[in-house]
């Protein structure tokens, strides 16, 4: 069965960097794009972006550029989401979700919270 | 990016008949049509349908998509205690290449 599982909680301070993993398992990685939508607490959706798993092109949505890098180990089948230069605003559940049909299959998502 | 605009909420009795709207353009809803999303209160969400009414398996038959115009419905029947949660509609938007999601329902069984 189709499972994307993301690395664990992580509590930073503000200006580090962060890198959350999202592991793939069930398909074929290389044949669906990944995507990256963010949660902060008690808030909607926000998508930030999604990553080619054939060709490792990125596209970033707005507002998410610069600091938002997406990457890949096609290897272990897993996509990577690297924030930098952490603010407070950042703190929020960051979910991997692969596109098939829509975003048809959701990482359980991991609690990134930005905090002196 | 310019999201898409649903109800903050709805209530409605047990096993009654609740339609969520999701409004936006025709460069999203209007042209590719919505997904929706259920998300229970700390999980991560759910796809229900896509494609304004087709439902991935195993989702039951009781939640049903529709699309007019620039607007996207979702209507669940025989509102069941687990249907509380709140429930999003995403669409590609082929003008600006980016996902748009909407504001969000919360659907509260009385």
């Known amino acids: 069965q189709v499972q994307l599982v993301q690395s664990g909680s992580e509590l930073k301070k503000p200006g580090a960097s962060v890198k959350v993993s999202c592991k793939a398992s069930?398909?074929?990685?290389?044949?669906?794009?990944m995507n990256w939508v963010r949660q902060a607490p008690g808030q909607g959706l926000e998508w930030l972006g999604w990553?080619?798993?054939?060709?490792?092109?990125?596209t970033y949505a707005q507002g998410f550029t610069g600091r938002f890098v997406f990457s890949l180990d096609t290897s272990v089948s897993t996509a990577y989401l690297q924030i930098s230069s952490l603010k407070a605003e950042d703190t929020a559940v960051y979910y991997c979700a692969r596109d098939k049909i829509g975003l048809d299959y959701w990482g359980q998502g991991t609690l990134v919270t930005v905090s002196s | 990016q310019a999201g898409l605009t649903q109800p903050p909420s709805v209530s409605k009795g047990l096993r009654q008949t609740a339609t969520l709207t999701c409004t936006g353009n025709?460069?999203?809803?209007?042209?590719?049509?919505a997904a929706w999303l259920q998300q229970h209160q700390g999980h991560p969400p759910k796809l229900l349908s896509y494609?304004?009414?087709d439902r991935p398996s195993g989702i039951s038959e009781r939640f049903s998509a529709s699309r007019s115009g620039n607007t996207a419905s979702l209507t669940i029947t025989g509102l069941q205690p687990e249907d509380e949660a709140d429930y999003y509609c995403?669409?590609?938007?082929?003008?600006?290449?980016?996902?748009?999601f909407g504001t969000g329902t919360k659907v509260s069984v009385l």
């Open positions: 990553i080619n798993t054939k060709t490792g092109n990125p």
């Open positions: 494609r304004n009414n």
């Open positions: 995403s669409a590609w938007d082929s003008s600006l290449s980016v996902y748009v």
């Open positions: 069930g398909y074929t990685f290389t044949r669906y794009g």
């Open positions: 025709s460069n999203n809803v209007g042209n590719q049509g």
